[in-house]
């Protein structure tokens, strides 16, 4: 059998493969109601789409949806460690989807397969984290030609894209999923808070209650993730650069401190920040024996890895699955999760499908949007149509079996106009 071109772990595990994704789908109904109007009206009918994503159940889903649009699609993974190698063969034996990805693979890999997916040539663009349009901007300018433009979802891939506007250097209309009201109450929030917990709890088997969880960043995520962990009888203590924030946490009840003084006390320490050198050497060696460190921010520059391996007199690769454990010449140990990476992918399955069914959904609706009205757009990140949005709200809605109100003609007329 002829497949799509393709670097995969084992096309024999397709099978299982698609019964994972199967699975998901069954929590995944608006996409699902997505993928069958695009099956009919074919709306990415000819269009090359090159992502870079984790290669997952419910990403599965979302590129079945783009490819009953019509579109090729060529995937390479954001994440070494999330690639789910059943998955990934799935969508090449039964999807049509050319993947480039598999669990572990090695840095000089996930360069050499972003570039692969570029030199099909795509239309559009879905990145995470920005590292696809990067390599096309800095390595590769040549295959931006014919590029019509590109969506992306995570905070982390948001700022990177928008320090590269400001700079005059993004070539792109790039949309930003991420902004989204849905995106940033479940997934960001729902979605990351329950699955980094679910990924602590994987790799470690710790008992939260009692034990003290230091949050760094109190964005969407830090949000989500204080609440569940307070809702498992942790003591949270926030830490966070932006005093708004900063007295957001506070007037929700979490004691607000500096990374110095919740370093001796911290049990368990989780960065949510999208920034770089969030735990450093100063904080390290203040850490009691036994601490645990995980970051669900988007790269593994949250925590000083350099500074953590240059204080370790002796490290234990894989004392635990998905855990390290490194001790410094006190004795005292701390352990490492998912080697700083996304601790929730690496350790755990990521978002529940039902979350990344409404963050899918707009996704696939933006591409739709973008490759319909993206003549006259120029450089730049665009908002994601406020109508979108609303619609993929309303699905759910639907499928929850919820029923809202509605303006009455009198209310609609009133909010248009100044007068009493």
């Known amino acids: 059998m002829t497949h799509t071109p393709h670097e995969v772990a084992d096309l024999g595990l397709a099978g299982a493969g698609v019964r994972r994704v199967d699975w998901a789908e069954r929590s995944m109904p608006v996409l699902r109601s997505v993928r069958e109007r695009f099956a009919a009206e074919r709306p990415l009918e000819g269009l090359r789409v090159a992502a870079c994503l984790h290669v997952t159940a419910e990403t599965a889903n979302l590129l079945r949806a783009l490819r009953a649009g019509g579109a090729d699609v060529a995937l390479a993974a954001s994440n070494p460690l999330s690639t789910q190698d059943d998955t990934a063969a799935a969508l090449v034996a039964e ?50 030609d014919g590029v019509l433009g590109g969506c992306e979802q995570t905070t982390t891939g948001v700022i990177r894209l928008r320090r590269m506007s400001a700079e005059g250097e993004l070539r792109l209309p790039m949309v930003a999923v991420n902004d989204t009201a849905t995106k940033r109450m479940f997934d960001n929030r729902y979605g990351t808070g329950q699955s980094t917990i679910d990924g602590i709890l994987r790799a470690t088997n710790a008992l939260l209650a009692g034990r003290t969880v230091v949050v760094a960043g109190f964005g969407y995520c ?5 609440e569940r962990a307070r809702g498992m009888g942790a003591r949270v203590v926030v830490t966070e650069v932006d005093p708004v924030k900063a007295l957001d946490a506070v007037m929700q009840g979490y004691t607000v401190s500096t990374m110095e003084d919740a370093a001796p006390v911290g049990d368990v320490f989780v960065t949510v920040t999208g920034n770089r050198d ?16 995980a970051n669900s921010g988007h790269f593994d520059l949250e925590i000083d890895l350099s500074a953590l391996e240059r204080l370790a007199v002796g490290v234990d690769r894989g004392v635990r699955d998905q855990a390290d454990e490194y001790v410094f010449e006190d004795g005292r140990r701390v352990l490492l999760l998912s080697e700083g990476r996304l601790v929730n992918l690496g350790a755990a399955e990521g978002h529940p499908a039902a979350v990344m069914d409404m963050s899918f959904a707009v996704q696939a609706l933006t591409t739709e949007w973008l490759a319909a009205k993206h003549a006259g757009m120029g450089p730049g990140v665009l908002e994601v149509p406020e109508g979108i949005d609303t619609e993929v709200a309303r699905l759910e809605l639907a499928s929850l079996g919820v029923r809202i109100d509605a303006l009455t ?4 007329a009133y909010l248009r106009s100044w007068h009493p």
Do not use: F
């Open 95 to 144: 999807y049509g989807v050319s993947v480039h990805a598999w669990a572990g693979m090695d840095p000089a890999a996930y360069d050499r397969n972003l570039v692969t997916v570029l030199e099909t040539r795509p239309h559009l663009l879905l990145d995470d984290g920005c590292d696809l349009v990067n390599t096309a901007h800095v390595a590769r300018p040549d295959l931006l």
């Open 409 to 412: 003609p009198g209310q609609e």
């Open 222 to 226: 830090g949000r989500g993730l204080a």
């Open 278 to 293: 969030v735990v450093r050497a100063e904080h390290l060696e203040r850490m009691k024996d036994g601490a645990i460190l």
